[in-house]
């Protein structure tokens, strides 16, 4: 078993990452502390809970913990308010108490979806990130949970850190194929905003990567965690260096709200904000080859890089102009400096960004 620590003082905890985890849980929340009294919420989605549902349903009882189950849709279209007030209700009426805890398992979705839950359930109940995808490896460090509003993602949240994560491996062995390149694309990310060794590793080691070959993917996820545990670390509320952490996110998250959240996988779309991001450094004069090292890396962990016709200039622009990242009308982008090295720059100019989407949908050549 592979641990990471993320310290943030008095709120820091650790992420186990290893196989054989899930049917422990039980001696990991004795472990941590969580009451047996109380009642506890198992939040998880409808293609998750046929394969891992009653594993950790019956490691939790036989430790002696109450529970309450609430399964919701997969997919993007779960992270809503009327789903969020939907497993509240679950919660009210399973007698939650302040010594309970919601248990996300699942992705994600799940992930951010029962993370606001337990950020708001009596202004603040414990948490627990039990992830099952390769992606959430991403999003169940670093304490950002919310739910989307019809016309930006995430913009309705909070931050609260889980008391612990549990990732084991073998719950990702069940994944398809394109939730697993999706996955990755928050890996390498990783890679190319803190270390630009690992980012050629996860190029080289691709198939393996791919396959799910468990140690090439231990120790993918362990690293990849690591560099996302060291910038909460210094910056847990996103004042200034986590920002960097949203590599390809503007264009991403604009792509998902114009296509509708279901069309892309996150990590598709932060794919091809990725290779956007490395288009606009070229632009302003950051370095020449970043585009096609960028888009290799991409390409080679089957990820998309082009943006398709039907997402059109004026409305991903409109998207981004909602995107938390704005601040006075002003755009603000994180852009590579080099492969491992990123600066968060402010004031682009909008006409460039256009340019930018421009050429995304040729393919990163020249068209302006």
């Known amino acids: 078993m592979r641990t990471v620590h993320v310290d943030l ?10 196989t054989g985890l899930l049917p422990q849980a039980g001696s990991f929340l004795v472990k941590h502390g969580l009451s047996v009294k109380s009642p506890h919420l198992i939040v998880t989605d409808d293609k998750v809970a046929p394969h891992h549902l009653d594993t950790l349903k019956s490691t939790l009882e036989k430790a002696g913990f109450r529970l309450v189950v609430s399964v919701v849709k997969s997919g993007e279209s779960s992270k ?29 979705v799940v992930g951010d979806l029962a993370g606001f839950v337990a950020a708001t359930y009596m ?6 990130q039990m992830p099952t995808t390769v992606l959430a490896h991403d999003s169940s460090v670093g304490g950002k949970v919310a739910v989307n509003h019809p016309l930006a993602k995430n913009m309705i949240g909070a931050f609260h850190q889980p008391e612990f994560v549990l990732y084991d491996l073998d719950t990702l062995m069940t994944l398809p194929p ?8 928050e890996m390498v990310k990783h890679g190319l905003i803190r270390d630009a060794a690992f980012a050629y590793w996860c190029r080289d080691y691709a198939q393996e990567l791919l396959s799910l070959d468990r140690e090439a993917l231990g120790y993918g996820l362990e690293r990849g965690v690591a560099i996302k545990a060291e910038v909460v670390s210094q910056d847990e509320r996103e004042g ?48 020449t080859g970043l585009y096609e090292d960028t888009t290799a890396m991409l390409k080679a962990l089957n990820l998309p890089v082009i943006l398709p016709d039907h997402l059109g200039e004026d ?24 492969i491992g090295s990123v600066s968060i720059v402010k004031d682009i100019p909008q006409q460039l960004v256009r ?14």
């Not at 308010?81 to 992705?107: N, P, W």
């Not at 394109?178 to 694309?185: D, N, P």
């Not at 892309?264 to 302003?284: D, N, V, Y």
Request: no cysteine.
């Open 9 to 18: 003082g008095e709120r820091s905890y650790p992420i186990y990452i290893g």
């Open 80 to 108: 809503s308010l009327q789903v969020f007030e939907e497993v509240m209700t679950s919660a009210i009426q399973g007698g939650l108490d302040r010594k309970s805890s919601v248990i996300a398992l699942g992705g994600g």
């Open 123 to 128: 202004r603040g109940i414990a948490f627990i």
């Open 178 to 185: 394109r939730e697993v390149s999706a996955g990755l694309a």
């Open 240 to 287: 200034g260096l986590r920002a960097i952490l949203n590599l390809g996110h503007t264009i991403g998250h604009a792509i998902e709200a114009v296509a509708g959240y279901g069309e892309f996988l996150h990590g598709e779309a932060i794919s091809i904000g990725m290779a956007g991001s490395a288009l606009l450094a070229e632009a302003l004069g950051r370095g």
């Open 315 to 338: 409305e991903l622009m409109a998207a981004m102009m909602h995107d938390k990242k704005f601040k006075e009308n002003t755009m603000v982008f994180i852009v590579p400096d080099a």
């Open 355 to 368: 340019d930018i989407l421009k050429q995304l949908r040729k393919g990163g050549k020249a068209n302006v």
